[in-house]
């Protein structure tokens, strides 16, 4: 099936997160006819704070853990969705200027050119979703459908004989539904290489790295009136000797907390407890300070069996099938802690829309072109979460298990994201390489091989040796903290 004349394509998203409804409006906009399915009841509450208190589901534990729209989605929402971009300022989602990030000890906090383009928002991610529920249900060209679960792929054989499999809609529990194109925005545990096998097409190509830490988060609300440690939109995240720790600002006076324990420290299992959260950020003076002046609003919220992972539709040159695509977690899962996912999302969103626009007469061409832009766009932030996660595991293991601690990383020309991470705290200069790459505004490597950033680093690093010191509980103080 192809564009027909003033119509577009009828597309099929599996998937009503942000992802689809990213692409969603994305698509509809571009002219084409837009069907989003999606297994659970989404519908949009009557506002922000029902939203919250509604948005935990099995399906999708990640939706209540800490978020943040880095400074990339940020810049794409104001050209791709400047609708969606108004909405979230209007719902009450707020922007934190690169001034809010800076640390005391950052010697000189003048603001320099081109520090907006470095810009992230605070928010939940239930407000995010909320935001664009109601966008998506206004839009003419979209239809959403809940409580639909695709189940696999409706196909034709491939063109000429021995071609993959050409995508011609969706098998679902309510019956088969025809498509010009279908997206997988299912998510981190997308079906998509069962849907492959049951259509007689290969799988993708997947890859896999350790994630290794386990996450329990909880909501709070500032109390009106009080004095605050830090500006409330401030992102602190630390990197304790036994565990991380993090605060997140969020919309309306929301602020996240999160402990971060190793998934493999069976100590922390009584972290979901209320009172034992409480007591382990109270080990540690940053976040006491936050707890003195917020007030809870949810419970404690586990998260478990993470990994980074990337996943690829075109294996040895060749797509897996045409007509069918996939965005978001679906293609690359990375370590929440740096909240990449929703600048991968409109990244990958944006991409397609642009490669359908592109190649809207030629499914092949089109796979291979999203290919290509997932390998520029995706690939080197999967690779960049590995190298830092496997760095960050071994020394925590090394300290907590007793393990060989990870050898220096040292490379000519280069420096590591925890070396740029300690030069931030000194220098005007490696400060903003480090927020340009946490706000995903180039790959990474572009930074860390940058010969003004590596020459600053490795001075600043000399100079000082390490980050400002930070108070952390003993092992005797954090054993007594699990065991309130």
């Known amino acids: 099936m192809g564009r027909r004349e003033g119509h577009g394509l009828d597309i099929a998203i599996a998937g009503g997160s942000a992802a689809g409804l990213f ?116 839009e003419p060209r979209v239809t959403m459908r809940f409580g639909v679960k695709v189940t696999g792929l409706l196909t034709a054989p491939g063109r000429p004989s021995g071609r993959p499999p050409h995508v011609t809609g969706v098998r679902t529990d309510g019956g088969d539904l025809a498509a010009d194109l279908v997206v997988d925005a299912t998510g981190r545990r997308s079906p998509i290489d069962d849907w492959l096998t049951r259509a007689g097409a290969r799988t993708t190509l997947t890859w896999r790295a350790e994630c290794g830490i386990a996450y329990f988060s909880r909501h709070y609300r500032v109390r009106p009136g009080v004095g605050l440690p830090a500006p409330l939109v401030t992102r602190i995240v630390v990197a304790l000797d036994e565990f991380l720790a993090g605060k997140w600002g969020g919309d309306n006076g929301a602020v996240q907390l999160v402990v971060a324990p190793l998934a493999a420290d069976r100590r922390f299992r009584t972290a979901r407890d209320p009172q034992v959260f409480t007591a382990v950020l109270r080990t540690v003076p940053t976040y006491a300070a936050w707890l003195d002046v917020m007030d809870p609003i949810t419970d404690v919220f586990p998260m478990a069996g993470l990994h980074n992972t990337l996943r690829r539709l075109v294996a040895h040159g060749t797509p897996v099938a045409t007509g069918l695509h996939a965005i978001g977690d679906s293609v690359c899962t990375t370590n929440p802690t740096l909240g990449r996912g929703l600048a991968l999302a409109l990244a990958g969103a944006a991409d397609l829309a642009d490669t359908i626009s592109e190649h809207a007469a030629d499914a092949a061409a089109q796979a291979l072109a999203l290919d290509r832009l997932a390998g520029a766009h995706v690939v080197p932030f999967y690779q960049d979460q590995a190298a830092i996660d496997a760095a960050r595991l071994a020394m925590m293991r090394h300290t907590i298990f007793g393990t060989p601690p990870p050898p220096p990383a040292e490379t000519p020309g280069r420096v590591t994201y925890s070396q740029l991470r300690v030069a931030a705290y000194y220098d005007p200069a490696a400060f903003r390489a480090f927020w340009t790459i946490n706000g995903m505004i180039c790959p990474p490597e572009e930074v860390y091989t940058n010969p003004d950033v590596v020459a600053r680093t490795c001075e600043t690093l000399r100079r000082h040796g390490a980050a400002p010191p930070v108070i952390q509980p003993t092992r005797d103080q954090l054993l007594t903290a699990l065991a309130q």
């Open 23 to 138: 692409a969603g409006l994305l698509l509809a906009r571009a002219g084409h006819q837009v069907l989003v399915l999606e297994r659970d009841f989404l519908q949009p509450a009557p506002d922000v704070e029902s939203a919250a208190s509604a948005a935990f589901r099995p399906s999708a534990p990640q939706i209540v853990q800490p978020h943040i729209v880095m400074a990339r989605c940020r810049q794409l929402l104001i050209e791709r969705l400047p609708d969606v971009y108004a909405d979230l300022l209007a719902t009450g989602v707020a922007e934190a200027p690169l001034r809010t990030q800076m640390p005391d000890s950052l010697p000189d906090t003048a603001a320099w050119p081109g520090d907006e383009r470095l810009t992230p928002m605070m928010t939940r991610r239930s407000t995010v979703d909320w935001v664009l529920q109601r966008a998506a249900a206004a």
